[in-house]
């Protein structure tokens, strides 16, 4: 009886840290990603989302790999990225688990990793597995106003050697629907 009544603690009590861990999509929700999925296939994994329009591609998935080195991705081959924009899919990145330990150990820098990857624009299989899957931070019926400043500048006019021109540029961008 005591070692069942053990055994049943040690499960519960790891149960329940594996609960409290926050699930990849989750993580990159939080970071801001939108329309967040990641489904299993096999020995690969697919996660896909949407940059928010304030950064760069490359740094998005900068960001995404730097939280996928804290991942536990043993059971994986390959992790598969579909980058979209809003909502319609762009580009498919593929990226080995080994090159990835390999950078987390610290064997290869990021330029090598980035060589790695494989990049394709051929994304059709890759988006019908995220047909039924449940996305997190949807970014529908959000709406964007981005704000920036333009500066010009003429030089050469006799008469005044130095010109210059502010503008405030604007804009509102939405997506009202799947």
């Known amino acids: 009886m005591r070692v069942f009544f053990i055994y049943a603690l040690l499960s519960?009590?790891?149960?329940?840290?594996?609960?409290?861990?926050?699930?990849?999509?989750?993580?990159?929700?939080d970071q801001g990603f939108e329309n967040v999925a990641a489904v299993e296939k096999g020995a690969d994994l697919y996660i896909t989302y949407e940059n928010n329009l304030y950064r760069f591609e490359a740094k998005g998935l900068a960001n995404i790999i730097a939280q996928l080195?804290?991942?536990?991705?043993?059971?994986?081959?390959?992790?598969?990225?579909?980058?979209?924009?809003?909502?319609?899919?762009?580009?498919?990145?593929?990226?080995?688990?080994?090159?990835?330990?390999?950078?987390?150990?610290?064997?290869?820098?990021?330029?090598?990793?980035?060589?790695?990857?494989?990049?394709?624009?051929?994304?059709?299989?890759?988006?019908?597995?995220?047909?039924?899957?449940?996305?997190?931070?949807?970014?529908?019926?959000?709406?964007?106003?981005?704000?920036?400043?333009r500066l010009d500048y003429l030089l050469g006019d006799f008469r005044d050697g130095f010109q210059s021109r502010t503008y405030v540029n604007s804009r509102v961008l939405s997506t009202f629907g799947r």
């Open 12 to 29: 519960f009590g790891l149960y329940t840290a594996h609960a409290q861990q926050p699930s990849i999509v989750q993580l990159l929700a």
């Open 69 to 149: 080195t804290e991942a536990d991705l043993s059971l994986f081959e390959r992790v598969h990225f579909l980058l979209r924009s809003q909502d319609i899919p762009m580009a498919l990145a593929t990226l080995s688990i080994n090159d990835l330990n390999a950078y987390k150990s610290g064997f290869i820098d990021r330029n090598t990793l980035a060589s790695s990857m494989q990049f394709s624009i051929e994304i059709e299989k890759a988006e019908s597995y995220f047909k039924e899957a449940e996305r997190e931070n949807l970014s529908f019926y959000k709406i964007d106003v981005p704000v920036g400043v």
